[in-house]
């Protein structure tokens, strides 16, 4: 079964750093893409970014685009959001998915995850 375990959540203040890792396990085949999802308190879940290991795309949402980079490390099956210059607005749980198949990293944000890994608090205070 394929498993997913998100890590590097934690508490910064404005203007801070954080990475965000996602360790991915029982695919297989290559024909997956892993996305990190976020779900402020009283907010509805929201698709951050998403990377395609079937044809290495990426996609990163607007409201984060030029402050969350994501990547992956295919011999270490991790992938990783580094997030820049938080905000409070960013404070939430955050959570890594996997769709199967063969999507572009978009497409697989935007159709949804197969799988979830447990979130990781990011609570980015003023």
């Known amino acids: 079964d394929v498993q997913l375990q998100a890590s590097g959540g934690g508490l910064v203040q404005a203007g801070g750093s954080l990475r965000l890792s996602c360790a991915a396990s029982?695919?297989?085949?290559?024909?997956?893409?892993i996305g990190w999802y976020r779900q402020a308190p009283g907010k509805e879940r929201e698709g951050v970014s998403c990377?395609?290991?079937?044809?290495?795309?990426?996609y990163v949402a607007d409201s984060v685009k030029g402050r969350f980079t994501i990547s992956s490390d295919n011999a270490k099956s991790t992938v990783y959001l580094q997030m820049n210059d938080l905000n409070p607005e960013d404070t939430a749980v955050y959570y890594c998915?996997?769709?199967?198949?063969?999507?572009?990293?978009?497409?697989?944000?935007?159709?949804?995850?197969?799988?979830w890994g447990k979130g990781t608090q990011v609570t980015v205070s003023s």
């Open positions: 998915g996997a769709r199967l198949g063969n999507h572009e990293a978009a497409r697989a944000l935007f159709y949804g995850m197969d799988y």
């Open positions: 990377i395609s290991r079937s044809d290495g795309s990426t």
């Open positions: 029982g695919f297989t085949s290559t024909y997956y893409a």
